[in-house]
T-cell receptor
Framework: GQNIDQPTEMTATEGAIVQINCTYQ??????LFWYQQHAGEAPTFLSYNVLDGLEEKGRFSSFLSRSKGYSYLLLKELQMKDSASYLCAVRENYGGSQGNLIFGKGTKLSVKP | EPEVTQTPSHQVTQMGQEVILRCVPI?????FYWYRQILGQKVEFLVSFYNNEISEKSEIFDDQFSVERPDGSNFTLKIRSTKLEDSAMYFC????????????FGQGTRLTVV
């Protein structure tokens, strides 16, 4: 079966660091993605991991451990505009296609002053 | 910056009516997708399309749904006979060639079935 788990909500303070965890169990694996989604808007791409380790991109970093089925998104120097839902998504691999994304329910992050 | 565009942004339709949601993917992308998100719930995969045919579809994508790429730029989702539970935000996405590229999402069409 397919299962992607992440916390429902988190709260953090402006300027701080927050880590959002994601665990997954899927029938195939061809990469893990993190998307940001503001209320009523489309998901926007943040990061991608297909190999184990840390990928850094400015204030955002993402980590993957395939053996543990685990990823996290690290947000540094939080800003008020970072208040959004953060979606963990796994791309499964079917034959020659790129494979669709299986999304978690998202973690709603609230950044307080 | 290239983007995926969707029209209309909002659509209200009566139950049982047909609706067509339209998308213009990023021009050099090869893979196209439809996802939906019921209010307050997670984003769910509906269908993927590559080389002018469906490559994968989910259990949600039943006989009421169809997709088409009628010309070189548009990608459409048709719902033949809408039900109340089809009310959702529908996102079109596209990704480029190669195995390791992200999907870019359009702004979505909010469909309300009354």
């Amino acid at each position: 079966g397919q299962n992607i788990d992440q916390p429902t909500e988190m709260t953090a303070t402006e300027g701080a660091i927050v880590q959002i965890n994601c665990t997954y169990q899927t029938s195939g694996f061809n990469g893990l993605f993190w998307y940001q989604q503001h209320a009523g808007e489309a998901p926007t791409f943040l990061s991608y991991n297909v190999l184990d380790g840390l990928e850094e991109k400015g204030r955002f970093s993402s980590f993957l451990s395939r053996s543990k089925g685990y990823s996290y998104l690290l947000l540094k120097e939080l800003q008020m505009k970072d208040s959004a839902s953060y979606l963990c998504a796994v791309r499964e691999n079917y034959g020659g296609s790129q494979g669709n994304l299986i999304f978690g329910k998202g973690t709603k992050l609230s950044v307080k002053p | 910056e290239p983007e995926v565009t969707q029209t209309p942004s909002h659509q209200v339709t009566q139950m049982g009516q047909e609706v067509i949601l339209r998308c213009v993917p990023i021009s050099n992308h090869l893979y196209f997708y439809w996802y939906r998100q019921i209010l307050g719930q997670k984003v769910e995969f509906l269908v993927s399309f590559y080389n002018n045919e469906i490559s994968e579809k989910s259990e949600i994508f039943d006989d009421q749904f169809s997709v088409e790429r009628p010309d070189g730029s548009n990608f459409t989702l048709k719902i033949r006979s809408t039900k109340l539970e089809d009310s959702a935000m529908y996102f079109c996405a596209s990704s480029g060639g190669g195995r390791n590229t992200e999907a870019f999402f359009g702004q979505g069409t909010r469909l309300t079935v009354v």
